[in-house]
């Protein structure tokens, strides 16, 4: 009797795992649930796992924008890109394959370093460019800005041969247009370049005609002036300032820190520390900033100062933006170029077509 019931508990235990595998493994069989529905809708096997999983290329048509980026990258030059690594540390990533997804990115409207190492882990496309490994937003950023910002119209440049090569472009026509476009800085934030230059020019004969006083105080031949007060820059204030401190820890040690001269020479010595110095080497930032503009933004120093075309009131502001020009054949930009003053296309085509000169 004993044997009896095992048997039969056996038997039920054997029959209720057999239900809970065929549950569990139901949506395997696709034949099982279409017995039991009335549609005629194919099946999803979408969580079904494939025995010889396809290559990520098979995938890809042949035509597809991500194929045309490759074959491009990989017909042109890439020595510049690659002297761009110096060595040392741990392996980088492949610099063609970097260079492919920034440029497939940018083609199809993906400029986020973000949202470009998250597209590295989804779409086929980028997933093909990587060999599947995904990249993470730091590493496009560095390379965005260590790597392919110096060696960046050099790729430009090989690009446009290859185009010509191709037979798409053969350079001799050429169509200029631009625009004015708007930058993302306040308008009251504009530093203009004469302005700089009237403020520079009136420190210099400051500082000029105070170091002039000190000499006139001294009887010794090594002046702390220049010669003109265009002269007075940075470095010479600062050496003006190194020898006046000398004077006085000389004073000093003489027990003279308390006559007319070792007064005048810590009111001299306060001043270049306080103003002198520092508002040289803000103006001397600024002429460097410029560049050949006449203006620029403090929150962009790129932009430059223009006025806008007229709004819908016929306003027309004076706001900071770019005058970007595009020289195009073919319906393919063969050059771009941002010029420092806000003239019209026909005025900037020959510095556009100066460009051109640099591709092979």
Same mark, same amino acid.
């Given at each position: 009797?004993?044997?009896?019931?095992?048997?039969?508990?056996?038997? $039920?235990?054997?029959?209720?795992?057999?239900?809970?595998?065929?549950?569990?493994?139901?949506?395997?069989?696709?034949?099982?649930?279409?017995?039991?529905?009335?549609?005629?809708?194919?099946?999803?096997?979408?969580?079904? #796992?494939?025995?010889?999983?396809?290559? %990520?290329?098979?995938?890809?048509?042949?035509?597809?924008?991500?194929?045309? %980026?490759?074959?491009?990258?990989?017909?042109?030059?890439?020595?510049?890109?690659?002297?761009?690594? #110096?060595?040392?540390?741990?392996?980088?990533?492949? #610099?063609?394959?970097?260079?492919?997804?920034?440029?497939?990115?940018?083609?199809?409207?993906?400029?986020?370093?973000?949202?470009?190492?998250?597209?590295?882990?989804?779409?086929?496309?980028?997933?093909?460019?990587?060999?599947?490994?995904?990249?993470?937003?730091?590493?496009?950023?560095?390379?965005?800005?260590?790597?392919?910002?110096? $060696?960046?119209?050099?790729?430009?440049?090989?690009?446009?041969? $290859?185009?010509?090569? *191709?037979?798409?472009?053969?350079?001799?026509?050429?169509?200029?247009?631009?625009?004015?476009?708007?930058?993302?800085?306040?308008?009251?934030?504009? $530093?203009?370049?004469?302005?700089?230059?009237?403020?520079?020019?009136?420190?210099?004969?400051? %500082?000029?005609?105070?170091?002039?006083?000190?000499?006139?105080?001294?009887?010794?031949?090594?002046?702390?002036?220049?010669?003109?007060?265009?002269?007075?820059?940075?470095?010479?204030?600062?050496?003006?300032?190194?020898?006046?401190?000398?004077?006085?820890? *000389?004073?000093?040690?003489?027990?003279?820190?308390?006559?007319?001269?070792?007064?005048?020479?810590?009111?001299?010595?306060? *001043?270049?520390?306080?103003?002198?110095?520092?508002?040289?080497?803000?103006?001397?930032?600024?002429?460097?900033?410029?560049?050949?503009?006449?203006?620029?933004?403090?929150?962009?120093?790129?932009?430059?100062?223009?006025?806008?075309?007229?709004?819908?009131?016929?306003?027309?502001?004076?706001?900071?933006?770019?005058?970007?020009?595009?020289?195009?054949?073919?319906?393919?930009? %063969?050059?771009?170029?941002?010029?420092?003053?806000?003239?019209?296309?026909?005025?900037?085509?020959?510095?556009?077509?100066?460009?051109?000169?640099?591709?092979?």
């Amino acid at each position: 009797m004993a044997i009896s019931l095992l048997h039969i508990s056996h038997q $039920v235990l054997l029959k209720r795992l057999l239900t809970c595998e065929y549950a569990i493994m139901k949506p395997f069989f696709p034949q099982a649930r279409r017995q039991n529905s009335d549609s005629e809708a194919q099946p999803c096997t979408q969580h079904q #796992p494939m025995l010889f999983p396809p290559s %990520v290329g098979e995938l890809i048509p042949e035509n597809a924008l991500v194929r045309v %980026v490759d074959s491009i990258v990989e017909g042109m030059d890439r020595s510049a890109l690659e002297s761009a690594y #110096p060595g040392g540390g741990a392996s980088a990533h492949d #610099p063609s394959m970097m260079l492919k997804v920034v440029l497939f990115c940018y083609a199809s409207g993906i400029y986020s370093s973000r949202k470009i190492a998250a597209a590295t882990r989804m779409p086929v496309n980028l997933m093909w460019l990587t060999g599947m490994r995904p990249l993470d937003h730091n590493t496009v950023n560095r390379f965005r800005s260590e790597r392919i910002r110096p $060696v960046f119209e050099d790729v430009f440049s090989e690009v446009i041969a $290859v185009l010509a090569e *191709a037979g798409y472009i053969t350079l001799d026509t050429y169509f200029l247009d631009g625009t004015k476009i708007e930058a993302n800085a306040n308008k009251f934030t504009f $530093v203009w370049k004469k302005s700089a230059d009237r403020y520079q020019e009136a420190l210099r004969r400051k %500082v000029h005609a105070h170091l002039e006083a000190i000499d006139e105080m001294n009887d010794e031949e090594d002046a702390l002036a220049p010669a003109d007060p265009s002269e007075v820059d940075v470095d010479a204030i600062r050496g003006a300032a190194d020898r006046i401190n000398a004077r006085l820890k *000389a004073k000093r040690e003489a027990g003279e820190g308390k006559d007319a001269e070792a007064k005048e020479l810590k009111r001299a010595s306060a *001043a270049i520390g306080r103003d002198y110095l520092p508002r040289m080497e803000k103006y001397e930032r600024q002429q460097a900033t410029f560049a050949g503009h006449k203006s620029f933004s403090k929150t962009d120093p790129d932009a430059t100062f223009m006025r806008m075309k007229d709004d819908a009131m016929g306003n027309g502001q004076l706001k900071a933006g770019y005058n970007v020009q595009a020289g195009t054949e073919n319906q393919f930009i %063969v050059d771009t170029s941002a010029p420092a003053t806000p003239r019209a296309p026909s005025r900037t085509a020959s510095t556009s077509r100066k460009g051109l000169a640099a591709c092979p």
